[in-house]
């Protein structure tokens, strides 16, 4: 009888296995593919209906997300732009290009960016036609990493609405109660500039106190978590001054741009 089981056939039978397995995986990814970019923009239409206050659990996000409009901003100028498409925008590919971002100093770069995009997204919630909230994406590090979330304005571009993060790196138990609602539900109704215009909002160290001057632009600081509640002050001092909105807030805050 005639020996099968020599190298050269059993090396063949493991690579066609290889090939047809490598070969239903990427079948398999390519079709979780769209899948995976769906849960990801209903993730981020959750944190951003969040951040306003907007969810409510006997509606769809999708339905919802609706009443929000989004538009690009140009941030040297504070003025909407139509050039970029707000659908295929991306932070990071746009603040990585040297094209279409700018070099932070050490002076400059509080929230430790190294580079800012020249243009961002907002969102403009509408009830009746009216606007009722702006949903501002910040960035800025943390202990361990970037933070990422969403901070929900009034009309006023004064008060806040909410803060949601989406991603970050944060010790569990400590930074990471970042996440907690308690904590966050801290934020509502706190405000951002002083009479001379300078953002003065800021987690403190220890909990704000009913009698205190500035208790309306304090926030409960995290517990055994001084540098992550560092890295979220310097994040809304970055992204609400010169840098970041600054130029958009006083545009609207005008009247030099409307909101439609």
Not at 24 to 42: H, M, P, Y
Not at 197 to 214: Q, R
Request: charged share 25%.
């Amino acid at each position: 009888m005639k020996n099968n089981d020599t190298f050269s056939k059993t090396l063949l039978v493991a690579v066609t296995l290889c090939l047809v397995c490598s070969t239903l995986i990427s079948f398999t990814a390519v079709g979780l593919r769209d899948i995976q970019d769906a849960n990801k923009e209903l993730d981020k239409q959750t944190k951003i209906l969040s951040a306003a206050g907007l969810l409510n659990n006997n509606l769809n996000i999708s339905d919802l997300f609706k009443s929000i409009e989004v538009k690009m901003v140009n941030l040297e100028t504070g003025l909407f732009d139509e050039s970029i498409d707000s659908s295929t925008f991306n932070e990071g590919s746009f603040s990585r290009n040297l094209d279409t971002s700018i070099k932070l100093d050490k002076t400059q770069d509080v929230a430790t960016l190294k580079r800012r995009e020249n243009y961002q997204s907002v969102y403009l919630h509408y009830e009746e036609g009216n606007l009722v909230s702006i949903i501002l994406p910040v960035r800025g590090y943390g202990l361990w990493g970037t933070m990422k979330g969403y901070l929900a304005l009034e009309p006023d571009l004064q008060t806040i609405i909410g803060l949601e993060f989406f991603e970050d790196k944060e010790t569990p138990g400590l930074g990471a109660e970042i996440n907690n609602p308690k904590w966050k539900s801290k934020w509502t109704g706190k405000k951002i500039y002083s009479s001379e215009g300078e953002v003065i909002v800021s987690v403190i160290k220890g909990v704000v106190l009913p009698d205190s001057s500035n208790k309306d632009y304090s926030v409960d600081g995290l517990s055994g978590a001084t540098i992550t509640s560092k890295g979220v002050t310097n994040l809304l001092k970055f992204w609400l001054g010169d840098l970041g909105y600054g130029p958009f807030i006083t545009n609207m805050r005008n009247g030099e741009i409307k909101d439609v």
